[in-house]
């Protein structure tokens, strides 16, 4: 076996104008045949805006956007910490090694400065932020 795979790469390529065969049905004659083709093209009737109070919508949209963000990074680091708390608190209470407990904490104490963050308006840091949180008490559920 030489490793090459034998594929067929369709008709061959020519190399001279001489061998190329045009016929008529490829091209119209004259700009009558163009008149009678089936081919309809579309019309143009798009609306450009012409002053910037069209755009007035898109930015409150996007300020919303941004807000809605903002809002969900924040609550969703304050349930996130909360959660981690109350799992450290409860693994105290539990006859278990003291890195379990450290680990929740630990990612409680990530997911709160992810909070901050998104209510600052780092959605995407608070985001990395989270997931680095949950993945530090999801590793403390490990060490149990």
């Known amino acids: 076996m030489s490793g090459r795979a034998d594929s067929d790469t369709g008709p061959e390529i020519p190399e001279t104008d001489a ?8 091209f119209p004659d ?13 019309e143009s009737d798009v609306d450009l805006p012409e002053t910037d109070d069209d755009f007035s919508d898109s930015d409150d949209d996007t300020e919303e956007d941004a ?9 969703t680091g304050v349930l996130l910490t909360l959660a981690g708390l109350a799992a450290a608190l409860l693994r105290l ?17 990530v997911c709160a400065v992810a909070a901050v963050l998104g209510s600052r308006g780092r959605t995407r840091r608070a985001l990395w932020l989270l997931i680095a949180g949950v993945m530090a008490m999801a590793l403390g559920d490990q060490f149990d």
Not at 19 to 26: F, H, I, K, W, Y
Not at 30 to 42: F, H, I, Q, T
Not at 93 to 109: D, E, F, H, I, K
Request: proline residues 4%.
């Open 19 to 26: 061998e190329v065969v045009e016929t008529d049905a490829d």
């Open 30 to 42: 004259s700009d009558a045949d163009l008149a009678e083709s089936d081919v309809d093209l579309p």
């Open 67 to 75: 807000r809605r963000a903002r809002w969900t990074a924040a609550v």
């Open 93 to 109: 209470t539990r006859s278990a090694t003291a890195l379990v407990p450290a680990a929740y904490a630990g990612g409680a104490a």
